[in-house]
Nanobody, 121 residues
Framework: QVLLAESGGGSVQAGGSLRLSCEASGYIYSTICMGWLRQAPGKEREGVAAIETDGRIRYADSVKGQFTISKDNTKNILYLQMDDLKPEDTAMYYC???????????????WGQGTQVTVSS
């Protein structure tokens, strides 16, 4: 079992920044890929960024150059630095963990409770 707990969401104006954190606990060695996904009202949940234990990183095209995913392996914390935020980035953001090359929601096995990000224009 892997437990994930997100923090760092909030409300910002367009152009602002936020850093999301996800603390992992439990049998974390069973997970190879950790990622951030988001779900906006009325839309399907979508992958935002993912990082593998070998360091490979993947971003959704919509956030390339804007978001940065990173991981502190000593503290078992996953981060998502979000810069130049736009109203269309408004969503519930979820931390998730799963096997290698996880990307789509169905790929991930473990989920956090989510943290809300609201960007106003």
């Amino acid at each position: 079992q892997v437990l994930l707990a997100e923090s760092g969401g909030g409300s910002v104006q367009a152009g602002g920044s936020l850093r999301l954190s996800c603390e992992a606990s439990g049998y974390i060695y069973s997970t190879i890929c950790m990622g951030w996904l988001r779900q906006a009202p009325g839309k399907e949940r979508e992958g935002v960024a993912a990082i593998e234990t070998d360091g490979r990183i993947r971003y959704a095209d919509s956030v390339k150059g804007q978001f940065t995913i990173s991981k502190d392996n000593t503290k078992n914390i996953l981060y998502l630095q979000m810069d130049d935020l736009k109203p269309e980035d408004t969503a519930m953001y979820y931390c998730a963990a799963g096997p290698r090359d996880s990307w789509f929601p169905s790929d991930f096995r473990y989920w956090g409770q989510g943290t809300q990000v609201t960007v106003s224009s």
